[in-house]
């Protein structure tokens, strides 16, 4: 059959994404990886790229962490690309995730394939899902874009066909990047060009990882071109070890891993996933694209809750199969100004002498799985379509079939940008961009009204902001820019404007979040309980309540105000009340009110925390405190009474997030 493109619909089970968190993230954001120390000595570009422009902000992007659990069918909007010999689903609307990739002759599913949408809290700005093929841009960790709608359009392909283009502006860096998936006739590949571009007059910081989740099997083995790996893992250190089967073997290993595995320069850039039968699916690239990885959760009991926490019950888990531009995922490379980068990847099945795919010479596997990769699909051919793809980066696209963001229009609007083959056209302007252009046209920023809209935070963005007519709103969004620049005083100031022109609470939350990343507790307290009583008498939207009083209930917590705590916990919107997070926050407050019988009552009712992030160990920490003081009683709380008490009261499994 020819290959079509053609839009489609997928039905599943799906949780409520929730809206964005309208408080604007002001505090840095927590990385799993920020403590990460290395063991032995590292390569002396390595270590420049990891020093390179590391994320200290989440800024301008908003959080997605009102998302829930509760599953219900669902329809979503998808592109199915389709030859003879694979069928390959695409959801634009959800970071143009790969949902599947079907071999039809032997009808085997290349890919884990989630049978069920269930964000959890891994994304860098909350919300992510698990399964697929995704795209991670921006900085180390799964991309803000991992559930935000993409362009796409159908677009001309270099053999003569059709292939899907997504494209988008990614937010963190200021950079716009594509994603062409088109399939040759009669290929068992599917092709992925992909580019990124640096439009502006500075250097930019790029990171890029594709994310490939596959099935792991009690045989299941990852291979790559490597015999050494960078392993990071449950003790935070980036160590320099030989592969061997821990590092092979998704279920081999205990805890969770990284495994980066170092390929050698000039060896073929591939990465494969294979069954007991030597079976399974294999990614390769162009040269650009050097990094390949295997992570995996571990058979241990805190990785089997997350597999479980993931998907429905009884789904199998899954291993991730990784390839980006860097040897780790704690660099980033510096693109000049007005430069570009792209490359092609490739995916299909691979099938492979099971004898020697798990023997125990490895060197004997790896070469059996790159010379059957060279049969099936050889190194040449990659880079030949390659460069048959370099000129139809930049055709028009064609049919729209799904509609981003306006952010990229805005930015087109602003620099007068040219993207040949990513258009960012001035119609997907909307409500949220609408304040910004009458910034950029008139000099004069628009009130927000009771709640401020999402601010922008580069410098030609602060140039404009602070040559804008004085007002509330342009002095608060000043504000927002200047923290992000690192110039906290001035932000302060213009926070302090804001609120003496009439923006209360926006500004008092501001100030409050500033007054806790200086160290001043008490002084945030007291910012944090007036904002929450100027934003109930400005009836904000739930939203917005929910959101402040997460921030206002810890804060009063940590200036020793339970009972001020208490009172704005009791306060907050009924749904949000019932949320996990306020529930274990009912039970902090209780514990620092004397409680402690009480804030154990709220741990026995039982409760999911939905937003729980990767890392986060913060169920555990509250669990203990309070078994510390059920045994100290009004005693103080001894190294023998935090042994008593994790004997007598043991996590349960429920409440068990922990990954160290």
Excluded: C
Aim: proline share 8%.
């Amino acid at each position: 059959m020819a290959t079509t493109v053609r839009p489609a619909v997928l039905a599943l089970p799906a949780a409520r994404l929730g809206s964005e968190n309208p408080l604007p993230p002001l505090l840095p954001p927590r990385d799993v990886h920020q403590d990460m120390r290395a063991v032995d000595a590292l390569p002396v570009d390595m270590v420049r790229q990891m020093r390179y422009a590391p994320l200290r902000s989440l800024l301008p992007v908003r959080r997605l962490d009102d998302y829930g659990r509760e599953r219900h069918p669902a329809e979503f909007d998808a592109v199915v690309l389709e030859n003879d010999r694979l069928r390959v689903t695409v959801l634009p609307s959800l970071g143009g995730r790969v949902h599947s990739l079907q071999h039809k002759p032997t009808g085997r599913s290349l890919l884990y394939t989630n049978p069920v949408l269930q964000p959890a809290g891994f994304a860098l700005n909350g919300a992510w899902f698990s399964g697929g093929i995704e795209w991670n841009i921006g900085a180390t960790g799964h991309s803000t874009l991992a559930v935000a709608p993409l362009h796409a359009a159908r677009v001309p392909a270099p053999d003569g066909g059709h292939m899907l283009r997504l494209w988008e502006w990614e937010r963190l860096r200021d950079l716009p990047f594509q994603v062409d998936l088109w399939l040759p006739e009669g290929s068992d590949f599917l092709y992925v060009g992909v580019r990124v571009r640096n439009p502006h007059d500075r250097p930019a910081p790029v990171y890029w990882w594709s994310n490939t989740a596959v099935p792991e099997g009690p045989r299941t083995r990852v291979l790559a071109p490597a015999d050494t790996a960078w392993h990071f893992g449950h003790e935070r250190a980036l160590r320099h070890v030989p592969v061997g089967t821990d590092g092979t073997y998704p279920l081999r290993a205990e805890r969770h891993g990284d495994f980066f595995y170092d390929l050698p320069e000039g060896e073929r850039r591939w990465i494969a996933s294979l069954d007991e039968d030597g079976r399974g699916l294999v990614q390769t690239s162009t040269d650009l694209l050097r990094g390949r990885k295997l992570f995996f959760w571990g058979t241990g009991a805190s990785g089997r809750r997350w597999q479980r926490w993931l998907t429905e019950p009884g789904t199998g888990g899954y291993a991730e199969i990784q390839a980006g531009l860097a040897r780790t995922q704690f660099e980033h490379l510096r693109l000049e100004a007005g430069g570009e980068l792209a490359w092609l990847e490739a995916y299909g099945p691979l099938a492979a002498d099971p004898g020697r795919v798990h023997g125990a010479d490895w060197a004997a596997a790896r070469a059996e799985v790159a010379g059957r990769l060279e049969e099936a699909l050889p190194r040449a051919t990659v880079d030949a379509a390659y460069a048959a793809w370099r000129p139809y980066a930049d055709h028009e696209p064609g049919e729209t079939l799904a509609t981003g963001s306006g952010w990229g229009a805005l930015e087109v609007e602003r620099g007068g940008l040219d993207l040949p083959g990513t258009p960012f056209r001035a119609a997907t302007l909307g409500a949220e961009q609408a304040p910004w252009l009458r910034l950029l046209r008139t000099g004069a920023f628009a009130e927000d009204g009771p709640e401020p809209g999402p601010s922008l935070v580069s410098p030609p963005w602060r140039e404009l902001l602070e040559a804008a007519e004085p007002g509330p709103s342009a002095a608060y969004h000043l504000g927002i820019a200047q923290w992000h620049a690192g110039d906290r005083s001035q932000a302060v100031r213009s926070w302090e404007r804001a609120l003496r022109a009439g923006l209360t609470w926006p500004a008092l939350r501001a100030l409050a979040a500033a007054d806790q990343a200086d160290g001043h507790p008490e002084r945030a307290a007291d910012r944090y309980a007036a904002a929450v009583t100027e934003a109930r008498a400005a009836r904000v939207s739930r939203a917005a309540a929910t959101a402040l009083a997460g921030e206002a209930v810890p804060a009063l917590l940590d200036a020793g105000r339970a009972d001020d705590a208490a009172a704005v916990l009791a306060a907050a919107p009924p749904a949000a009340r019932a949320h996990g997070r306020f529930r274990l926050l009912r039970a902090r407050v209780l514990l620092a009110q004397g409680d402690a019988a009480g804030a154990r009552a709220v741990f026995d009712e039982g409760f999911d925390m939905d937003d729980v992030r990767e890392g986060e160990h913060t169920l555990a920490e509250v669990w203990y405190a309070v078994a510390e003081r059920l045994v100290a009683g009004e005693g103080p709380v001894t190294e023998a009474v935090r042994a008593r008490a994790r004997e007598r009261h043991p996590l349960p499994a429920r409440y068990d997030f922990r990954t160290g």
